[in-house]
């Protein structure tokens, strides 16, 4: 974990937390699929023993390295500030989860725009964008500088090309947006990203594929420049997976086509990790799997994802989906037999030998998704009133004295 400033004020804590786990683990049952064998999801989870978060150190440390780097752009400490992320860049320095330093440090450098935006103030937007200008005039030939009055452009043209394409002043906002995109393109041409050996700057010339109108030829060169420089960075597939979607650039043929390329362009540093990110990503962006998913190749990819880094952000996020392919394949009955007995297969090597904690914003249905979980792979222990506890990396089961004299089920 990197030690920030601001991660020197988030308060720490160990051992169990009963009190606070308490406070989380609420099921609300609404949802369809989540009904368990014998047991109800409070008597499950009232037999965790293990921290249960609301949200993983993972993701907190995420949030103090925007903070801090946010804070030194209100300074205008901007020499110091674009010293880190050049440093970051070229060294490829990765957070706790997987996460890019030099993504993070820009997201916050950018964090005044971002708020802005996601307001619609555009006039705020444009004075954000005159800062990196004036940024850029005093580093001219900073790599740095340039992705970030670049990435301003790219950022404030694709929310404008998202309104215009929704009906909102839409010819006015689209000749605005293409203007930004042509900005930030002509920024770019002077600084390529292979000569630089810069990720960063790949991944935002990457991000002109929304906007440009050679986009969709220039997306698979693009995207195979930012893995190469960076193979191990799971933000380039998932980025490329959504413009490999039907509305972007793609269909689902060509996006299981992608995933596959992907995955065999990475493999000798991350497995088959590229093929999980795509399908996560794109779950995200509609909601669910996609029906082209192959099942097998998925869960290969999955156990790939969580062991590039071994952190418990992706257990968590493993388990989740796991665990919602279990409820569906139950919900569809006999015939998904085969794949429920594969994805509980997985889901079980994931508890007993990956997960030791709980992050519930990592869960689509909390307490719910939890205890689904717990139930599928533990069941029979719980209903002899065993407890579920840490044992290494995972999670073993254990049945009290007084109940039992064996210590395991």
Not at 288 to 294: A, F, I, Q, T
Not at 338 to 365: G, M, P
Request: net charge negative.
């Amino acid at each position: 974990m990197l030690i920030t400033p601001s991660l020197l004020h988030v308060k720490t804590r160990t051992g169990r937390h009963q009190q606070e786990a308490a406070s989380l683990l609420r099921p609300v049952g609404l949802a369809e699929g989540f009904g368990l064998d014998g047991l109800t999801a409070t008597e499950v989870l009232e037999r965790l023993d293990v921290p249960v978060m609301r949200q993983g150190p993972e993701e907190t440390e995420w949030a103090c390295i925007r903070a801090d780097h946010a804070a030194m752009a209100e300074a205008g400490e901007w020499g110091d500030l674009l010293e880190a992320l050049n440093f970051a860049d070229q060294d490829r320095t990765m957070a706790s989860g997987g996460r890019r330093v030099a993504h993070l440090i820009s997201e916050g450098a950018r964090g005044s725009l971002t708020k802005s935006l996601e307001i619609q103030d555009f006039a705020a937007a444009a004075a954000e964008v005159e800062r990196f200008e004036a940024v850029l005039a005093m580093h001219p030939e900073d790599a740095a500088a340039v992705h970030l009055l670049a990435q301003a452009l790219i950022d404030t043209g694709s929310v404008k090309r998202d309104l215009a394409t929704k009906g909102h002043l839409s010819r006015d906002l689209w000749e605005e947006s293409a203007r930004d995109f042509a900005a930030a393109e002509d920024l770019l041409d002077e600084f390529d990203p292979i000569e630089r050996l810069s990720p960063l700057l790949a991944a935002t010339r990457y991000l002109l594929v929304r906007g440009i109108e050679d986009g969709a030829s220039l997306c698979r060169d693009w995207f195979e420049d930012w893995c190469d420089l960076d193979p191990e960075d799971a933000v380039a597939h998932a980025t490329h997976a959504v413009h490999m979607m039907p509305g972007w650039f793609g269909s689902l043929s060509i996006f299981e086509k992608e995933a596959r390329r992907a995955a065999a362009m990475t493999h000798a540093s991350t497995g088959k990790l590229a093929y999980a990110v795509f399908h996560l990503a794109a779950a995200e962006s509609v909601g669910g799997l996609l029906p082209s998913l192959d099942l097998e190749l998925f869960i290969e990819a999955l156990a790939d994802y969580q062991t590039a880094t071994g952190c418990q952000h992706r257990a968590n996020v493993s388990a989740n989906v796991l665990t919602e392919m279990v409820r569906s394949y139950r919900m569809a009955g006999p015939a998904a037999n085969y794949q429920l007995t594969k994805v509980r297969t997985a889901l079980s090597d994931v508890l007993w030998n990956r997960l030791h904690e709980v992050h519930l914003d990592r869960w689509d249905h909390g307490a719910d998704s939890l205890a689904l979980a717990l139930s599928e792979v533990f069941g029979p222990a719980l209903k002899r009133g065993a407890r579920i506890s840490r044992r290494g990396d995972g999670l073993f089961t254990r049945v009290p004295r007084m109940i039992s004299d064996r210590p395991r089920s």
